[in-house]
């Protein structure tokens, strides 16, 4: 999902992430422990070094931030600083996410999943540096190699860390394929490729926040990459949000099936939104966040979708908004009312045509209706 049309970026809700300057030069190097420990006060001692992340970032102490986590690591380093960021512009999470398990990797990382919500638990990496802990990712090198592994109608790709993960990756590739398959537009075989970025090193110069994104009309390159996803209260599968943000971007290849290259031509709510809708890929939570707040975008912002300048913790309220048009295309204009907009768009781009051509009303009609209908249900 993204403002641009060439990509779909799938964003979602924010979790704290920030990076920062470079140490002073004259700085002596840290020394980093040869050996990670795993003991029974292991998770108490990460629990309390979430908590000072979370407390310097509550005063917008830099300085005691940085002290926190890993500066070597350049780009985990700069998604930290957008963390930091973000908080300095809509405040810090209200709470700090709880450690529920900690596991070794390699001899010096400990791995620990952290509740986060509806969207599940998320796996973080800590390593110990002058006998203290710090949060961290592994080296590409420490990561075992791109490994690949096929399913039904499902191509997977990923890292050697994620080796013991990698079944419960393509259980739930397999289950959004599944919904793809019964909610596609046509009757195309649905293939899902999916890579799994288990690190932002390894990653590339995406948006911190990103959780994922599809090329649209690249069939050279198929893949859906994805960069955040969380597991459920056992650790051994995604969580189903997780899953939805799966299925959402396979919707997207869906729409690309139907017509090709049809997403450049939609306005941005009916390309973000009916995968979003359909997915499930937004909790009541982020809807009424974002419905019951004091504005909302006008027709031609959810036409156009996010601005390049907005912040990125902006862009996620959109997507609220376009998944409730389509909850509302639904209802009031039926299910086929979808298929059949894409069919309009491929002749012309303009909604003063299309909307009274395919749903019969204006869209200034179309809008005041969606408008007055999710306010009713949501606020």
């Known amino acids: 999902m993204s403002a641009c049309r060439s990509l779909s970026l799938l964003l979602t809700l ?9 140490p002073a030069a004259n700085a002596p190097a840290p020394s980093a422990d040869a050996k990670a420990q795993i003991t029974g006060q292991t998770l108490g001692e990460l629990q309390s070094l979430l908590q000072a992340q979370h407390d310097a970032i509550a005063r917008q102490d830099l300085t005691g931030f ?3 986590f890993d500066s070597t690591r350049l780009a985990f380093r700069r998604c930290q600083q957008e963390t930091f960021d973000i908080a300095g512009r809509r405040g810090a999470a209200s709470a700090t996410p709880r450690i529920a398990k900690v596991e070794p990797f390699l001899e010096q990382y400990a791995a620990a999943y952290a509740d986060e919500g509806d969207n599940g638990f998320r796996r973080l990496w800590f390593r110990r540096e002058d006998g203290r802990w710090i949060q961290t990712e592994p080296k590409e090198s420490e990561l075992g190699g791109e490994k690949t592994k096929t399913g039904d109608n499902v191509t997977l790709d990923y890292w050697g860390i994620d080796e013991g993960q990698s079944g419960a990756y393509l259980k739930a590739s397999q289950q959004a394929r599944d919904i793809v398959a019964k909610n596609a537009l046509s ?23 990103v959780v994922g994104f599809h090329l649209t009309n690249v069939p050279s390159d198929p893949f859906v990459r994805f960069f955040r996803w969380w597991f459920d209260s056992s650790f051994t599968q995604l969580s189903p949000l997780t899953v939805s943000f799966i299925t959402h971007e396979g919707l997207h290849g869906a729409q ?16 973000e939104g009916w995968p979003d809708f359909v997915g499930q890929s937004r909790t009541q939570t982020a ?42 295309l639904y209802a009031t204009f039926g299910k086929d009312a ?3 907009l894409l069919v309009a768009y491929k002749d012309g781009v303009d909604p003063k045509i299309n ?14 209706g969606w408008m007055a209908a999710a306010k009713k249900k949501y606020c």
């Open 14 to 22: 924010l979790l704290l992430g920030a990076c920062t300057s470079s």
């Open 66 to 68: 940085q002290k926190t």
């Open 287 to 328: 809807i009424k966040g974002a419905l019951c707040g004091p504005s909302a975008p006008t027709f031609k912002q959810l036409v156009d979708g996010p601005a390049p300048d907005l912040p990125p913790e902006a862009a996620p309220v959109y997507y609220a908004f376009a998944n409730t048009m389509v909850e509302y």
């Open 338 to 340: 979808y298929r059949d």
């Open 256 to 271: 690309d099936q139907f017509i090709p290259g049809i997403s450049a031509r939609l306005d941005w709510w009916l390309v």
């Open 187 to 209: 009757e195309k075989s649905q293939q899902l490729s999916i890579r799994f970025y288990p690190t932002k090193e390894v990653a590339g110069p995406q948006g911190c926040t």
């Open 355 to 368: 909307y009274p051509k395919v749903l019969k009303v204006t869209p200034e009609q179309f809008y005041a």
